[in-house]
C-alpha cells in the first residue's frame, strides 16, 4: 500500500484471538493500519505470544502492580505514546477505561463485544444471551465511550442461536464473526469512512457499508 500506515495499539488480556485477526489484516498489503504495538494487563496472556510471533512489540502493564486505576493508566498510556499509537483497540481487554484516558485518543478507541449491542452488555454476554433466549446472537464494534459497552455503533454481524448451543458452542460461532467484523470495521474508522453523529455513525464508503450488517452465512439452515 502507498501512503502512510495508521499505528494502532492493542490492548488485551487473554487469548487475543481478535488480535490475531488484526494482525493478520495488517499483514495485507492494503491494509491502512499497522500494529505498532500490544499492551496486556495480564502478564500470562496468549495474546502477549501472538504478537511475539507476529514481530509486534508487546509490553504487559499489570494492573495489579500498580497502587491505582490513574498509576496504571499513566504506565498504559506511557507505552502506547512510546510506541507512537494513533488509535487503541481493545481486544479481549478486561479493564474499563476512563474518561481521563479516553480523552487522550479522542474518537480513536475502538472495541469489539460479543452481542448485539445495546442488548447483553459486560461479562459473559453470550451466557447472557443464552439465559434470556434470544434466537440471534453476534457481535457489535464499537467507538469506546466511559460507559461499559455503550458507545457508538460502527458495524454488527448476527448470528443464530441453536437449540443445542452452551456458552461454548454459541462464542466460537460468534467470534468466527468477530474476526471479519473487526478488521473491517479498524479499516473504515481509520480511513475517516465512518463518520459520527451523536450515537449514530454512517458508513461513508458505499461498497462496504452493507458489510457492516452482516448475517453470518452460515444463519440458514
Ligand atoms: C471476545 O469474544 C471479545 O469480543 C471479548 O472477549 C473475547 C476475547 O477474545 N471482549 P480474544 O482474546 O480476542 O480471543
Excluded at 152 to 157: E, L, T, V, Y
Aim: proline share 5%; with cysteine.
Amino acid at each position: 500500500m502507498s501512503g502512510r500506515r495508521v499505528r494502532l495499539g492493542v490492548l488485551v488480556s487473554g487469548s487475543g484471538s481478535n488480535l490475531q485477526a488484526l494482525l493478520d489484516a495488517c499483514a495485507r498489503e492494503d491494509f491502512p493500519a499497522e500494529v505498532a504495538c500490544v499492551v496486556s494487563n495480564m502478564p500470562g496472556a496468549y495474546a502477549l505470544e501472538r504478537a511475539r510471533a507476529a514481530g509486534v512489540p508487546a509490553v504487559v502493564v499489570d494492573h495489579k502492580a500498580h497502587a491505582s486505576k490513574v498509576e496504571f493508566e499513566a504506565a498504559l498510556l506511557e507505552a502506547l505514546r512510546a510506541a507512537g499509537v494513533e488509535w487503541v483497540c481493545l481486544a479481549g481487554f478486561m479493564r474499563l477505561l476512563s474518561a481521563d484516558f479516553l480523552g487522550r485518543f479522542t474518537g480513536k478507541v475502538l472495541n469489539v463485544h460479543p452481542s448485539l449491542l445495546p442488548s447483553f452488555p459486560g461479562l459473559h454476554a453470550q451466557r447472557q444471551a443464552l439465559e434470556r433466549g434470544v434466537k440471534v446472537a453476534g457481535c457489535t464494534v464499537h467507538f469506546v465511550d466511559a460507559g461499559t459497552d455503550t458507545g457508538p455503533i460502527i458495524g454488527q454481524a448476527a448470528v443464530p442461536v441453536l437449540p443445542d448451543d452452551d456458552e461454548q458452542s454459541l462464542s466460537a460461532r460468534i467470534l468466527v464473526e468477530e474476526h471479519r467484523l473487526y478488521p473491517l470495521a479498524v479499516r473504515l474508522a481509520v480511513t475517516g469512512q465512518v463518520a459520527l453523529n451523536g450515537m449514530c455513525t454512517r458508513v461513508t464508503a458505499v461498497a462496504t457499508a452493507g458489510e457492516l450488517a452482516l448475517r453470518s452465512p452460515g444463519a440458514v439452515k
